[in-house]
């Protein structure tokens, strides 16, 4: 079945760039996404890509899909305190499916 | 848009009662809820998948008879946990979508602990 891999944690300075990075098995997955989770909180949908795209920007979010790899990466932009939390990445299970298969998150710290 | 609300956000219970937790989609008509679970620190487990006026389907491994799902209307779902055990406690998000293949919206979260 779907696996999604995300590595566990991300330190990076206020104002530096963040790329989280997550790796998927499944190639005929169709959407691919990217949710936040603040502490005690539920997930906040950030963006999501449709698998036939290479990139999509939104405002400091830039996401980066490589279907031949299976790779997927979020960028953010001048991070921001506020940016700290933990990112999901999920990946729709097969062409037509409602099921999410998620990573197992990334925990981003921002240090001031 | 866009909103999903769970009721409670946080409850206590007893071992062996039942506890029942809503989730609402305040803005918009949701044909498909879904409901996960998450434990500390680890990723997200989907539990179950309702549609409005129809018996939910469940994940491989999680007892229908145990997570009681109901989805009465196009806007609540409701996850109710019957004879709760301590094994039981932990994070219950739900999420809503238009439809099943459409971007789904996720609730705040109710966590849950029992005694």
């Known amino acids: 079945g779907e696996d999604v891999e995300q590595s566990l944690f991300l330190s990076v300075r206020e104002g530096d760039s963040s790329v989280i990075n997550c790796t998927y098995t499944d190639s005929s997955s169709t959407y691919l996404y990217w949710y936040k989770q603040e502490p005690g909180a539920g997930l906040q949908l950030l963006t999501y890509?449709?698998?036939?795209?290479d990139m999509k920007q939104d405002q400091r979010l830039t996401v980066l899909l490589n279907k031949k790899d299976k790779h997927l990466s979020l960028r953010i932009a001048d991070t921001q305190t506020g940016d700290s939390a933990i990112y999901f990445c999920a990946a729709q299970v097969g062409d037509s499916s409602y099921k999410l298969i998620f990573g197992s998150g990334t925990r981003l710290l921002v240090r001031p | 848009g866009a909103v999903v609300s769970q009721h409670p956000s946080r409850v206590i219970c007893k071992s062996g009662t039942s506890v029942k937790i809503e989730c609402r989609s305040l803005?918009?008509?949701?044909?498909?809820m879904f409901w996960y679970r998450q434990f500390p620190k680890k990723s997200l487990m989907l539990m179950a998948t309702s549609n409005e006026g129809s018996k939910a389907t469940y994940e491989q491994g999680v007892e229908k008879d145990k997570f009681l799902i109901n989805h009465a209307s196009l806007t609540l779902s409701t996850l109710t946990v019957t004879s709760a055990h301590p094994e039981d406690s932990s994070f219950y998000i739900c999420?809503?979508?238009?439809?099943?293949?459409?971007?789904?919206?996720f609730g705040p979260g109710t966590r849950l602990t029992v005694l």
């Open positions: 890509i449709f698998s036939n795209m």
């Open positions: 803005d918009f008509q949701a044909t498909t």
């Open positions: 999420s809503a979508s238009v439809t099943d293949t459409d971007t789904q919206y």
